[in-house]
């Protein structure tokens, strides 16, 4: 059994999905693992990790179109405003998505359907540097 660990920067530059899946297939292709798991976990509370279509990008607003609706800016329901009006919104929307994801490790390859991306949801208007750890274990 082998372990491999890596930390993937990646500058936000505000509210949006960010398609990270190049970056982790890049580091996860070059392990030395046929057969394991990859969990990524991003360090962050007003960020998330999905995994969603990559292919028509409509998607991706579409997401953001309807987390604008479900968790507006600004709302008067939260009182938690000390970095502004997304700072609840955003710490919301990351406790409705995910903050780790395990992506199995097959013959070599991550397992991803042919459809499937990798994901960071940054849910700050602001710029923002976000760390994901990236773990790989198999043999």
């Known amino acids: ?3 491999f ?9 505000g509210r949006r999905l960010y398609d990270i899946t190049p ?8 392990q030395d693992i046929t057969t394991g798991l990859l969990t990524l976990y991003i360090q962050h509370t007003s960020a998330s990790l999905l995994i969603n279509e990559n292919y028509d990008r409509d998607v991706l607003v579409d997401m953001e179109a309807f987390f604008n609706r479900l968790v507006p800016d600004g709302d008067s329901l939260f009182i938690h405003t000390v970095e502004g009006p997304d ?5 919301v929307r990351t406790a409705l998505t ?9 013959e070599g390859k991550l ?10 949801f940054e849910h700050r208007h602001l710029p923002a540097n976000r760390r994901i750890l990236m773990h790989l ?3």
């Not at 700072?87 to 710490?91: L, N, R, S, W």
């Not at 995910?98 to 097959?106: A, D, F």
């Open 87 to 91: 700072d609840m919104p955003a710490h």
């Open 23 to 30: 970056q982790v297939l890049q580091w996860a292709n070059t």
């Open 111 to 120: 397992a991803l359907g042919q459809w499937q991306g990798v994901f960071l």
């Open 98 to 106: 995910q903050t780790s994801l395990s992506i199995p490790v097959m």
């Open 5 to 13: 660990t890596q930390t993937l920067q990646v500058k936000a530059q």
């Open 1 to 3: 059994m082998q372990q």
């Open 137 to 139: 274990i198999g043999e």
